[in-house]
């Protein structure tokens, strides 16, 4: 996707907002001696205010540094700025600057990739211009402001919808009663490849997910899986499926061999040249037997990735069981430990979306990396770090509220 789309830079958004602002304030660029506190000129024009009075670029530079509520708020100042932070090559900037460091995406919130690619009027047009375009039917291809809006994590959160109070009552009488023990299959090559396992860390990290029970029984005729207690009181189950032993898992690390995946049965490929797996008779009982289910993906850099084969293994699982359209997929994207501290010291002002991208595998790519946008089950992407376990909590608050848990 990088490579595909070009990134408007910082020149051709002031550029856009530069043209709009002469549209504006026509005499912004020339002294004015006349008293600064009239509110309209002899023309008619607005008289900028202080904040107007500064130059675009650092208008720009202002936005820069302001969340994407704090635009909005500032939006509502004036006439001026409402039309300004509007301007859809400042929203497409914005967009390609911080979607690769958004820390999670789900389908309800991942941005239109393809329609990155369309272009805009023209980078020289200014607002006024696409005005005229909307006054004539023809609109804008991409709402890119939209599209920020829906997909920045802070946005989700703030602009969730309340619950009304009646529901409060409600969840909290549901709590009381007890309810089936949620289980999910959990798969993937991050379970395998990483140098720290997430399987091992789960079941030694009680401060952030306390095992509950490892029963010794089968459960409908497949293995048991451990159980988890989420905010000290809902349970949840977990069936890890390892495409091979411990022993073959070692000895194909040291000798940096591959491995044959024995969960699934390569069947060749599709007219277009795209792979197709059957699941292993055991991995279809348990997929018809889950509620849902967890992909722990590679998001290590130098991790060579087999987007179409781990695509087509996820659409095979996720076909196994009846009714799949509606369990739910969430995606771990894993790496093994945090950034270093001494590269986080180094320079603390380089940390862009650019460096964190060139630390793990970015939720968006990862999401269409594993095409996730075209199923249509409910998915996430969660960043995961599998010595520390954050962002796995994340994850499971979504992955329990998509199966119906009330928390």
């Known amino acids: 996707m990088a490579g595909k789309t070009q990134q408007p830079n910082e020149s051709a958004v002031i550029r856009s907002l530069r043209r709009f602002r002469d549209s504006y304030f026509p005499n912004s660029g020339k002294v004015v001696k006349e008293d600064l506190t009239r509110v309209v000129d002899s023309v008619g024009e607005p008289e900028p205010g202080l904040l107007d009075s500064l130059p675009v670029d650092v208008q720009f530079l202002i936005m820069t540094f302001l969340s994407p509520a704090d635009i909005c708020c500032l939006g509502a100042t004036s006439r001026y700025w409402r039309d300004m932070v509007r301007d859809p090559l400042l929203w497409r900037y914005f967009l390609l600057r911080d979607m690769l460091n958004w820390p999670s995406i789900d389908h309800v919130s991942m941005p239109q990739l393809e329609l990155l690619d369309a272009p ?57 009663v007890l309810s089936s023990e949620p289980r999910y299959a959990m798969f993937g090559p991050g379970m395998e490849q990483l140098d720290v396992s997430l399987v091992t860390r789960l079941m ?181 770090v599998a010595e520390s376990l954050s962002g796995l909590l994340d994850g499971v608050s979504w992955l329990l509220r998509c199966s119906g848990v009330k928390l």
């Open 204 to 384: 030694h990290a009680p401060d952030v997910l306390p095992v509950s029970a490892i029963p010794q029984r089968q459960i409908n005729g497949i293995g048991s899986g451990i159980s988890y207690i989420f905010n000290n009181q809902h349970k949840f189950n977990i069936l890890t499926l390892y495409s091979t032993n411990k022993a073959e898992r070692e000895k194909a690390r040291v000798q940096k061999q591959s491995i044959s995946n024995k969960l699934f049965t390569f069947e060749g490929t599709d007219d277009s040249g795209y792979p197709i797996y059957s699941p292993a008779p055991q991995v279809q009982q348990v997929c018809q037997a889950v509620d849902g289910f967890i992909y722990v993906a590679n998001a290590e850099p130098g991790a060579v990735g087999e987007g179409e084969s781990e695509a087509a293994q996820i659409r095979a699982v996720l076909s196994s069981a009846e009714g799949s359209a509606t369990r739910p997929l969430l995606v771990l994207s894993c790496v093994s430990r945090e950034e270093s501290e001494e590269v986080r010291i180094t320079n603390p002002q380089t940390i862009t979306s650019r460096t964190r991208a060139r630390c793990r595998t970015p939720c968006v790519n990862m999401a269409k990396r594993l095409g996730l946008p075209q199923l249509d089950n409910p998915w996430m992407v969660q960043d995961t």
């Open 120 to 176: 805009l009027i023209n980078e020289d047009e200014s607002l006024d211009d696409r005005e005229e375009w909307e006054d004539k039917g023809m609109e804008l291809k991409v709402d890119y402001m939209s599209e920020y809006l829906k997909g920045c994590p802070s946005c989700r959160q703030q602009w969730l919808p309340s619950r009304p109070a009646y529901e409060v009552v409600t969840s909290f009488l549901q709590s009381l």
